[in-house]
């Protein structure tokens, strides 16, 4: 195998519907805990699940979640990072693996246990209350904030210009537009331009 792609089933406890995105951002950093100890590079967490190194893709992320009354009782978190991949299809052309970007093959078991090990910690933050703490360091880890960046309105189909501020507490996109107000974005209005 060359790449790691796994599940983590996840009971929990004491967390709403209401703070949802903070899983998300949890299991974000989870990973971009475990990549900064490789030492990789250029590291963000690129909006609404990807990790970056640079302009490139290395991790994917899905969470589903099950819900019951107003409390979320699991979730199973999805996550597919390239490891030990030398090359990619043409069409993934800003893909790219730890072993293209460290120069090192990379053992996969020990990578594997420290991301569980780190989202176990990371949600039982959030468990425990830790929300504004984890919503701060997910902000300082992400891709493009404060630099200007095209991005498309899924909507019209119209490029536009912005800046990113965040992401608010309910997971929209914040954009600072050109007339400097803020937009707030959800995953189907608003995407990254194609560079």
């Avoid at 984890?134 to 498309?152: C, D, N, Q, S």
């Amino acid at each position: 195998y060359k790449n790691l792609t796994f599940s983590i089933f996840t009971p929990l406890t004491k967390l709403q519907i209401k703070h949802q995105a903070y899983l998300n951002f949890a299991v974000s950093l989870a990973i971009y805990d475990t990549l900064l100890t490789y030492n990789v590079p250029k590291l963000s967490i690129k909006w609404p699940n990807d990790i970056m190194s640079a302009e490139k893709k290395i991790c994917g992320i899905l969470i589903e979640t099950t819900f019951s009354h107003l409390e979320i009782k699991n979730t199973i978190i999805g996550i597919g990072l390239n490891v030990n991949q030398e090359k990619f299809p043409k069409k993934l052309f800003n893909a790219s693996s730890l072993k293209n970007i460290l120069k090192k093959e990379i053992d996969l078991e020990p990578l594997m246990n420290t991301i569980v090990e780190k989202t176990k910690y990371r949600i039982s933050s959030i468990e425990s209350g830790k929300f504004s703490q984890t919503h701060e360091e997910y902000h300082e880890a992400l891709y493009k904030r404060g630099i200007p960046t095209a991005f498309v309105d899924k909507k019209t189909k119209l490029l536009f210009m912005g800046i990113i501020t965040g992401v608010s507490s309910i997971g929209n996109l914040q954009i600072q537009l050109e007339d400097d107000t803020i937009g707030e974005y959800g995953l189907k209005e608003v995407s990254f331009a194609k560079v």
